[in-house]
């Protein structure tokens, strides 16, 4: 299989040869791109935080796993591995559950062939909901894991539960650095003066059991939330990450604000001027936290398990099988409306444990990049 269809003629080829006289540092980042705003925070953050030491670094991105976007995926695998060798000073692998099933296959065959350093940044589990193992369908994946770990230079993982996946498996070198979104922002928890209150919740495909139960839970949770905070004088808005939820918000929620960007800038705003962030998409969560924003996150699989006890947040976010869910939701509404942040004081010393650990990953990185080019 050829990468391209007919020679591209117009870049002489001793361009990508010498590497000693280039200006730039040219970074493969194969992540998630698609059109799920979560995916970009985790990029985002990446990105921002080598480049603040590295601005000479130019990032290609690399639609990886099986998801809509930017075309079809193409993976770490194969002749693009040799097109990394030939045109990257580094390659990172960054971003999101890309444990979950093994999204990106990189082959235990293939990964020693890779020439420029490996990073992978920020990588964790999930499963198929609650306290269920780490979703691997194929067992011979984890082999695959464990020999992409050994050939990475780094290799961080955002929660616990992650690095103790990647332990069990016999690679225990991992740093538990927290999600990148994490880090995007850094800022004290705080009340906004406003009267936005940011639902943020994913409509399953209703392809399944499991998900038709989480599907009627998170729309009649939202139901009682919506009316209680009109009664409040508050502003509810449904946030959609991910462009499949809008059509099925507006059918759930016609008479309500609904909020949908292509642009991750767009978002940062909305949520950076919140008073509340209430629902279960964790990036939402995660990000927020970094912002310093009120939340509080509504599990559905083991990634939302993962952060909770990572930062040990279990008396403060809530499972989606809790029992009496709605009247803890409010209880919790109501500390916030309050001004009781009590809550994120533990955790606002342990975002900024990680942010420590997160910061001398980076540093670690881009040291490495400049050492090998």
């Not at 919740?201 to 009109?230: A, M, Q, R, T």
Request: one cysteine or more.
């Amino acid at each position: 299989m050829k990468l391209f269809k007919k020679k591209i003629n117009y870049i002489p080829e001793k361009f990508y040869f010498q590497r000693e006289n280039k200006e730039n540092y040219i970074i493969h980042h194969y992540a998630p791109h698609t059109f799920n705003a979560g995916d970009h925070f985790v990029v985002q953050s990446i990105r921002n935080h080598i480049l603040e030491l590295l601005p000479e670094a130019v990032f290609v991105p690399k639609a990886i796993a099986d998801n809509r976007g930017w075309g079809s995926p193409i993976g770490l695998r194969g002749e693009n591995v040799l097109f990394s060798n030939t045109h990257a000073d580094a390659v990172i692998v960054g971003g999101s559950d890309q444990y979950n099933n093994w999204s990106p296959r990189i082959s235990r065959k293939e990964i020693d062939f890779l020439k420029p350093p490996l990073f992978l940044i920020g990588l964790g589990v999930s499963s198929k909901d609650l306290n269920l193992e780490p979703y691997i369908k194929n067992k011979e994946f984890n082999e695959d894991i464990v020999a992409t770990n050994k050939k990475a230079a780094l290799s961080s993982v955002r929660d616990d539960v992650t690095y103790n996946f990647l332990k069990s498996l016999g690679f225990d070198k991992a740093i538990n650095t927290g999600c990148p979104a994490l880090h995007l922002f850094d800022s004290e928890f705080r009340i906004n003066n406003s009267k936005n209150v940011l639902i943020t919740f994913p409509f399953p495909l209703v392809n399944n059991n499991v998900e038709n139960l989480k599907y009627k839970i998170l729309v009649d949770v939202s139901h009682k939330l919506i009316k209680y905070l009109h009664d409040k004088n508050l502003t509810p808005i449904i946030v959609c990450h991910d462009d499949r939820d809008v059509n099925v918000a507006q059918y759930e929620f016609a008479n309500e604000k609904i909020f949908f960007s292509n642009y991750h800038k767009d978002y940062f705003e909305l949520y950076n001027n919140a008073l509340l962030v209430i629902g279960s998409r964790l990036h939402a969560t995660i990000l927020t936290s970094g912002m310093g924003i009120p939340n509080i996150n509504i599990n559905l699989d083991l990634r939302g398990q993962a952060f909770t006890q990572s930062f040990e947040f279990s008396d403060w976010h809530l499972d989606y099988t809790e029992t009496d869910i709605f009247n803890k939701l409010i209880e919790r509404t109501e500390k916030v409306l309050s001004g009781n942040l009590s809550m994120f004081v533990n955790f606002s010393a342990k975002k900024k444990e990680k942010q420590i650990v997160f910061k001398k990953f980076i540093e670690d990185t881009v040291q490495i990049i400049k050492n090998a080019k």
